[in-house]
């Protein structure tokens, strides 16, 4: 089919809406949007859960139809010409779109067919895709059998069957290691330089939107602002400080900036604590902190994350993120260990995914696991939750002996998946009720704490509703209380935030800060870098070995190589490590 029609504008939107009903009444999802994208360039629509994003991308791509408004791609209309605009964009939903019972080669053929394209023109285009994403080596491998990276990759091959001058991505690198993520931004730029594509993806992740000529934030439906990142960043310039301080923790740095008035956001960043204030107000660090504390301030640039908080919370100013921070962090106390791994192993048959490891978390530290897809971390994970046993090695949660008292353990500790581990038709009380019974809790306790889990997470109102028709926002808040409805020494979790927005992220970490200055024991992985920077020591996997261990500044210490500058961020030092070291030089243990 020939090309329509060149344009500037590859996408317009003109007073757009797009409502739903469901059985709560009609959603308004979309709501008098207008926008347009110029040829060659990568857009980022940003905003929270339910802001509107997967359906505008899905009006964008011809799948629904608007209620009003027009959309035209490359001076198509979409109602009157569907299949000439299917033939000239390419859409990626958050799953990937893939066929898992398929192999490689076998879904880009089916995507090829929906595509109507000709046999004698799939080995030269097949051939180029498999070149640019890298999966040379996986042509007869399942999709179900496929890493998070490589799923991410396959599904963008797939997509990019039909050469797509229109690419529309929704949250692309959702649940994907920092190196993948990496390489599918390589894969997007080569795209836009070489080709001349066009590219409208969504994310949750402020610093992919950074890396975009043009961002669209969105809420409720409606566009609160926008423009190129710049745009953003000035209007909270000069607002935006690093704190740090000899004598205080980083969590007692936060902590104590509550009690200071406009103050925007607070976010902890290695041994540092990030602070945004209001425009024009200024920052007192004697209303918070005495001389003896030595707390030093630094102004530092200002980012699109500072502005997404400002705008947002102007919207919704209840929003409180030390909403359980009314305990104070304290360092004092000896230390007591909660979880101890030593010289354990993993063998599936022939295959070792973990190998020897030893390391020890402490009483109340928030301990980071990381690692690209296939590291060994997922299975690290579930044999210290004992949902897996060790092939060799001693393992212990909370003084219990994981081989001879898996079940014992398992009532200390709770358990948040990335996936959330809900029942999907029962109601949020069901849940909260089917749990707590789970975890031995009866009559007059269990109702106690399922009084407590929706009024500390501010369930109330959606007691009733089905945790499938909730927002992913309350689903993580409902996932959670879950998790704590038996008020366990440990807390595992799993991939927590996992394409949650910066607001609903901000909120999480508030009650984890609670949770670990009230003792309890936090184990967390994660693929998002930002969020390793909460943690108060990480420990990097590699091939089922340890890669590199300590605090996010010592992290970012071992990542530096001969003649280059300190690593700007966890996810550049995350990167380093894992593309330069070694697998030889990977150590087994941690000193404690």
Known sequence: MSNAPDSTKVLTLQSVAKAFISKQGQIDAVQDVSLSLNTATVTALVGPDGAGKTTLLRLAAGLLVPDSGAIKVFALDSIDNTEQIHQLTGYMPQRFGLYEDLSVAENLNLYADLYAIEHSDREI??????????????????????????????????????????LLLDEPSVGVDPVSRRELWHIIEALVEQSGTTVLLSTAYMDEAERCQYVILLDQGKILKQGPP???????????????????????????????????????????????????????????????????????????????????????????????????????????????????????????????????VQKGEIFGLLGANGAGKTTTFRMLCGLLPSSNGQLSVAGVDLSKAAAEARMRIGYMSQKFSLYGELSVRENLNFFSSAYGLRNKQRKQRIDWALQQFELQALADSTSNNLPLGF??????????????????????????????????????????????????????????????????????????????????????????????????????????????????????
């Open 125 to 166: 285009r097949f051939a180029d895709l498999i070149r640019l994403t890298g999966l040379e080596k996986f042509n007869t491998r399942l999709a179900g059998q496929l890493s998070g990276g490589m799923k991410q990759k396959l599904g963008l091959a797939c997509t990019l069957v039909n050469r797509p001058r229109l």
């Open 230 to 360: 710049e745009s953003f960043h000035q209007q909270v310039a000069g607002s935006s400080f690093s704190l740090s301080s000899p004598n205080l923790s980083k969590r007692q740095i936060q902590h104590r900036l509550k009690a200071q008035a406009g103050i925007i956001d607070t976010v902890i960043q290695g041994d540092t604590v990030r602070v945004v204030t209001q425009p024009g107000s200024a920052l007192d660090l004697a209303t918070c902190f005495n001389v003896s504390e030595a707390v030093q301030s630094e102004a530092v640039a200002p980012r699109l994350e500072d502005a997404f908080i400002m705008l947002l919370l102007a919207r919704y100013p209840a929003v409180n993120f030390s909403l359980m921070n009314d305990v104070e962090p304290s360092v004092e106390g000896e230390p007591q260990t909660m979880i101890k791994v030593h010289e354990v192993e993993r063998w599936f048959g022939t295959f070792q995914a973990v190998k020897k490891l030893t390391f020890n």
């Open 475 to 592: 689903k993580q808040r409902l996932a959670m209380a879950c998790a704590l409805m038996h008020e366990p020494d440990i807390l595992f979790l799993d991939e927590p935030t996992s394409g949650i927005d910066p607001l609903a992220r901000r909120e999480f970490w508030a009650r984890i800060n609670y949770l670990a200055a009230q003792g309890v024991t936090v184990l967390v992985t994660t693929h998002f870098m930002e969020e390793a920077e909460y943690c108060d020591r990480l420990l990097i996997m590699r091939e089922g070995a340890i890669l590199a261990a300590g605090t996010p500044t010592e992290i970012k210490q071992q990542s530096q190589q001969q003649n280059q500058l300190p690593p700007d961020n966890m996810e550049e030092a995350f990167i380093r490590l894992v593309e330069s070291l070694p697998v030889a030089d990977a150590i087994h243990s941690v000193d404690e």
